[in-house]
């Protein structure tokens, strides 16, 4: 065989200059990074207010960066990555250690389990919403669709006992109970990993009739985050749970009146 001796030739300007905007979104992903290994800290110290305030804080910067990917035109394989990643630390392992210290802690083996199940449900929840992103056979109606709880609503919904405990601190006894926290894990286990259809408002349209009373609303639910964090964030925690039997009823209308409209399709199923 003959040496290969020809050499692969690469261009300079590729990898010496990277424009800023390009990084932003980067960024902000890294700052959603440090949030959930801060909340981390936090639960390990017993300071559950700040724990899962940094939770929340990464699922706001995880809002962003895809956002600002696509207004920057930013996006990229490495941003898709780095982002998963990211949310498996974040909305993955931090709230399993956190509700395993808050509850869990003096049931190492069974404890421990319900933690680990949640954490592999939202690996395997990443893992399926990558490979679906280059699916080209997924139909439309599809795009106003999670398939299944979204990362950080998964988060959420796992803390929300130690959010209610905060301001209804007689409910205490109950929600710190090993039972109920247990099974909650493991129904937003399930949640996260099925293939449940949940409301995305990634590509909703508003009225331009609606865009003052929503600004309103805005308004109010910023106050009340300010004023009663916790109870505001439990709250809307607790209507995103409500919202996904409302979800179900809107998919399968969806779907029905898409496969109305193709008849074709029933003809090739038929």
Same mark, same amino acid.
């Given at each position: 065989?003959?040496?290969?001796?020809?050499?692969?030739?690469?261009?300079?300007?590729?990898?010496?200059?990277?424009?800023?905007?390009?990084?932003?979104?980067?960024?902000?992903?890294?700052?959603?990074?440090?949030?959930?290994?801060?909340?981390?800290?936090?639960?390990?110290?017993?300071?559950?207010?700040?724990?899962?305030?940094?939770?929340?804080?990464?699922?706001?910067?995880?809002?962003?960066?895809?956002?600002?990917?696509?207004?920057?035109?930013?996006?990229?394989?490495?941003?898709?990555?780095?982002?998963?990643?990211?949310?498996?630390?974040?909305?993955?392992?931090?709230?399993?250690?956190?509700?395993?210290?808050?509850?869990?802690?003096?049931?190492?083996?069974?404890?421990?389990?319900?933690?680990?199940?949640?954490?592999?449900?939202?690996?395997?929840?990443?893992?399926?919403?990558? #490979?679906? &992103?280059?699916?080209?056979? !997924? @139909?439309?109606?599809?795009?106003?669709?999670?398939?299944?709880?979204? +990362?950080?609503? =998964?988060?959420?919904?796992?803390?929300?006992?130690?959010?209610?405990?905060?301001?209804?601190?007689?409910?205490?006894?109950?929600?710190?109970?090993?039972?109920?926290?247990?099974?909650?894990?493991?129904?937003?286990?399930?949640?996260?990993?099925?293939?449940?259809?949940?409301?995305?408002?990634?590509?909703?349209?508003?009225?331009?009739?609606?865009?003052?009373?929503?600004?309103?609303?805005?308004?109010?639910?910023?106050?009340?985050?300010?004023?009663?964090?916790?109870?505001?964030?439990?709250?809307? #925690?607790? &209507?995103?749970?409500?919202? !996904? @039997?409302?979800?179900?009823?809107?998919?399968?209308?969806?779907?029905? +009146?898409?496969? =109305?409209?193709?008849?074709?399709?029933?003809?090739?199923?038929?």
């Amino acid at each position: 065989m003959k040496p290969l001796n020809k050499k692969i030739k690469f261009s300079k300007n590729k990898f010496s200059e990277v424009p800023f905007r390009k990084l932003v979104p980067n960024i902000v992903t890294m700052l959603a990074l440090c949030s959930g290994i801060t909340s981390i800290r936090y639960s390990v110290q017993e300071d559950w207010s700040k724990a899962v305030l940094f939770i929340f804080l990464a699922a706001l910067f995880d809002g962003l960066d895809g956002r600002l990917a696509r207004m920057l035109k930013a996006s990229s394989k490495f941003g898709a990555e780095l982002d998963s990643l990211c949310d498996f630390v974040s909305f993955g392992v931090a709230p399993a250690i956190l509700m395993f210290q808050w509850c869990l802690f003096d049931l190492p083996k069974i404890g421990w389990f319900f933690c680990l199940l949640f954490a592999m449900g939202m690996a395997m929840r990443l893992a399926r919403f990558n #490979t679906m &992103l280059e699916d080209k056979t !997924i @139909p439309p109606y599809w795009s106003h669709y999670f398939t299944g709880v979204p +990362a950080p609503a =998964a988060a959420a919904m796992v803390m929300m006992p130690i959010l209610i405990s905060f301001d209804f601190v007689e409910a205490e006894s109950v929600l710190r109970t090993h039972l109920f926290c247990g099974l909650w894990m493991c129904f937003v286990s399930y949640l996260e990993t099925s293939r449940i259809p949940t409301i995305s408002l990634k590509k909703s349209k508003i009225k331009a009739s609606m865009v003052i009373p929503l600004l309103i609303i805005v308004a109010l639910l910023a106050n009340f985050l300010f004023t009663q964090t916790w109870l505001t964030l439990g709250v809307l #925690t607790a &209507l995103y749970t409500l919202s !996904i @039997p409302v979800g179900i009823i809107k998919f399968l209308r969806d779907k029905k +009146a898409y496969l =109305a409209s193709q008849p074709e399709i029933i003809k090739n199923a038929e």
